[in-house]
């Protein structure tokens, strides 16, 4: 019962800044590409950047890379149906007849 763990090192702040400084400059990029006429892969660019930043969050200030081997496994399974299910719902869009 009595667990002894170590207490976590704290995230410098240097690198704390420099993820809020890539979420700004991907949000930035983001906008710019919402005014592109990419045709196509519009959803697919702005997809891409938004699971870049939702990457970095985690990564970063929600620090998974720290957290036990159970929630790290739960977060890749969740991940993977995840894109099953756009995955899925990017065919069906694509092949419907009108």
Not at 21 to 31: D, G, R, V, Y
Not at 37 to 65: E, H, N, P, Q, W
Not at 66 to 74: F, L, S
Request: contains cysteine; charged residues 15%.
């Amino acid at each position: 019962m009595n667990e002894e763990k170590k207490p976590e090192a704290p995230v410098p702040v240097r690198t704390l800044f420099g993820a809020l400084a890539a979420l700004f400059c991907l949000t930035a990029l983001t906008i710019w590409v919402a005014h592109q006429d990419t045709g196509a892969f519009r959803l697919a660019t702005a997809l891409t950047i938004a699971a870049a930043k939702s990457c970095l969050v985690l990564l970063v200030f929600m620090r998974i890379r720290q957290a036990g081997r159970a929630v790290v496994t739960a977060f890749i399974i969740t991940l993977l149906v995840l894109a099953a299910f756009i995955g899925l719902t990017f065919f069906d869009v694509l092949y419907r007849r009108i």
